[in-house]
């Protein structure tokens, strides 16, 4: 079965947004999307941090992902495995308070703000990892993320799902229990999707995956979109409250206009 290569994932939003319009029992799309290595750099940032930031990071990010094979290998190529000052300045930016304030936005966050903002989202939850070990009750870096940028819009949400060893549950369980009704499943990770494309098999689902490589797979409604450092910056989605006629949402929407962003989509 060849892998399907979505023009955009915006387009793919689009698409199904119309195909749900010409079905008169639902005219809006559920999204379940990932955050990290799909709306923030995660990864490649810690990975750019810890070669001291030697060339610009949209250059350093796509060169990440063309090596990048697993985890396992990332952790040995950064000799962050052993007792020694990589190691050392790994755990330290794994839970650096400004981690989040710091690490670029990816070209997705641009596409869904704008999905939002023209309505083509009916309800968009942000399902992340949590490590409570490290952040017990909720990570509350991607939560003030989130509230600046998302959090104006009533159809989103930022959800976490715990783990001590391993996500319990996983995220495919967790969904099935919680929003089995989804439409469309964001996630950078194959074993991820190949397991939540398992579980609601054959129940007809959209799967996108940015395309990083290393996490190819085949099956049916799998997509792949490309993906790169956006340009847009924390400060574009700062707002002041101009008018209490508007809401937060519309604000920000109009903001996000002027920018001058998306640049594509």
Not at 3 to 9: D, E, F, Q, W, Y
Not at 12 to 39: F, G, N, P, R
Not at 82 to 104: A, V
Not at 132 to 150: M, Q
């Amino acid at each position: 079965m060849k892998t399907k290569v979505a023009n955009s994932l915006y387009h793919l939003i689009k698409e199904l947004h119309h195909a749900k319009e010409q079905d008169k029992k639902q005219e809006t799309i559920k999204v379940i999307c990932d955050w990290d290595d799909v709306i923030q750099s995660y990864i490649p940032f810690i990975a750019w941090e810890l070669t001291e930031k030697k060339i610009p990071f949209e250059e350093f990010h796509e060169q990440f992902w063309q090596e990048y094979k697993n985890h396992d290998e990332f952790k040995k190529k950064y000799e962050v495995t052993k007792e020694g000052e990589s190691r050392t300045k790994y755990e330290k930016l794994k839970k650096d308070p400004h981690f989040y304030n710091r690490s670029p936005f990816l070209s997705p966050t641009e596409v869904l703000l704008t999905s939002l903002s023209e309505n083509l989202i009916g309800e968009l939850i942000f399902l992340t990892a949590l490590d409570e070990n490290l952040f017990p009750g909720g990570d509350k870096r991607k939560t003030e993320v989130f509230k600046n940028t998302f959090g104006h819009f009533t159809q989103a949400q930022l959800l976490f799902v715990p783990y001590l060893n391993g996500l319990t549950p996983t995220k495919g369980e967790w969904i099935k229990e919680n929003h089995p009704d989804f439409d469309i499943f964001i996630d950078d990770r194959p074993d991820t999707i190949a397991e939540a494309s398992k579980i609601f098999t054959p129940v007809k689902k959209m799967y996108a995956l940015p395309d990083y490589g290393y996490n190819r797979l085949e099956g049916k409604n799998i997509y792949y979109f490309t993906t790169w450092v956006s340009s847009l910056k924390k400060e574009d989605l700062i707002w002041q409250e101009i008018s209490k006629e508007k809401t937060n949402a519309q604000i920000i929407q109009e903001q996000f206009k002027l920018s001058g962003l998306p640049p594509k989509l």
